[in-house]
Antibody, heavy 119, light 111 residues
Framework: QVQLVESGGGVVQPGKSLRLSCAASGFTFKNYDMYWVRQAPGKGLEWVAA????????YYADSVKGRFTISRDNSKNTLYLQMNSLRAEDTAVFYC????????????WGQGTLVTVSS | QSALTQPASVSGSPGQSITISCTGT?????????VSWYQQHPGKAPKLMIY???NRPSGVPDRFSGSKSGNTASLTVSGLQPEDEADYYCSSYTSSPTYVVFGGGTKVTVL
């Protein structure tokens, strides 16, 4: 079955960097677009970034553009999110998700990893 | 990017039907048939319930249905059950200016 396991979250100071990883299994990773979606404590879902199946196309929310970079390694079945210049407002649970084909929507989701930006 | 507009809360009794609206613009909901709906229980990851306006992934009960008219999409839950109590979010592809936009979420309470 589809499994997505995020890692790399933790507490980080404002202005610092963090890299999240998402290990995928149970499906042919290289065939699917992938997403990062976040949820601040007590708040709603916010789409963060998306990447095409071959990594050639990347899309970002305005709130993270220029600070976050989405990437993937299809040989390792792993999705990444490099987060630089972190701010307090980036504090959230970050979810990795697999595209639901032909729908422009996250289908299968991981359990999330918490990122806390605090001094 | 502005989030899609959803009511903050909706409630109903077991067995009743409820409908949650999701209002956007011609650049997202109204312009494309790429509206999806998610269910999220407290402390859990979201679960896709509807995609492509009205398609259900395998395993989702047919009590859940989706539709769209103009710039507003709707999720209807028929025969409401206690386990349907959760937060529900809509999403849509958007051409202005980026890829995906979510609604603010609706808390469904089963009375």
């Amino acid at each position: 079955q589809v499994q997505l396991v995020e890692s790399g979250g933790g507490v980080v100071q404002p202005g610092k960097s963090l890299r999240l990883s998402c290990a995928a299994s149970g499906f042919t990773f290289k065939n699917y677009d992938m997403y990062w979606v976040r949820q601040a404590p007590g708040k709603g879902l916010e789409w963060v970034a998306a990447i095409s199946n071959d990594g050639s196309n990347k899309y970002y929310a305005d709130s993270v553009k220029g600070r976050f970079t989405i990437s993937r390694d299809n040989s390792k079945n792993t999705l990444y999110l490099q987060m630089n210049s972190l701010r307090a407002e980036d504090t959230a649970v970050f979810y990795c998700a697999r595209d639901q084909p032909d729908s422009y929507s996250p289908g299968h989701w991981g359990q999330g990893t918490l990122v806390t930006v605090s001094s | 990017q502005s989030a899609l507009t959803q009511p903050a809360s909706v409630s109903g009794s077991p067995g009743q039907s409820i409908t949650i609206s999701c209002t956007g613009t011609s650049s997202d909901v109204g312009g494309y048939n790429y509206v999806s709906w998610y269910q999220q229980h407290p402390g859990k990851a979201p679960k896709l319930m509807i995609y492509g306006v009205g398609n259900r992934p395998s395993g989702v009960p047919d009590r859940f249905s989706g539709s769209k008219s103009g710039n507003t999409a709707s999720l209807t839950v028929s025969g409401l059950q206690p386990e349907d109590e959760a937060d529900y979010y809509c999403s849509s592809y958007t051409s202005s200016p980026t890829y995906v936009v979510f609604g603010g979420g609706t808390k469904v309470t089963v009375l």
